[in-house]
């Protein structure tokens, strides 16, 4: 079965781009009509989508990150990667990667990574 699995710093200074890659197996993030999203969780608050990536490379954001989001992949290494530019402590959260069945409808996730964003 298809596995997600996240990557990248614990710690982000302000004044440097979080940048997360997923690594995915078990499956092809080419393989139609799948989407692979970036989901996040602040601490107390709820899951907040923030962007896909789709089978074939088109990218979708959320509009109140969309101006600071950034979705990449790399089809040789079955990975996508995420970067969020001018981070601040309220981008501190467990992000996720995921993968979608249909808009916005994930079945398989990774297991979360924590970011928080400090000076």
């Known amino acids: 079965h298809v596995q997600l699995q996240e990557s990248g710093p614990g710690l982000v200074n302000p004044s440097q781009t979080l940048s997360l890659t997923c690594t995915v197996s078990?499956?092809?993030?080419?393989?139609?009509?799948?989407?692979w999203s970036w989901i996040r969780q602040p601490p107390g608050k709820g899951l907040e989508w923030m962007g896909v990536i789709t089978y074939d490379g088109n990218t979708y954001f959320s509009p109140s990150l969309k101006s600071r989001t950034s979705i990449s992949r790399d089809t040789s290494k079955n990975q996508f990667s995420l970067q969020l530019s001018s981070p601040t402590p309220e981008d501190t959260a467990v992000y996720y990667c995921?993968?979608?069945?249909?808009?916005?409808?994930?079945?398989?996730w990774g297991q979360g990574t924590q970011v928080t964003v400090s000076s």
């Open positions: 078990g499956g092809s993030i080419t393989t139609s009509y799948y989407g």
């Open positions: 995921a993968r979608d069945i249909a808009t916005k409808t994930e079945d398989y």
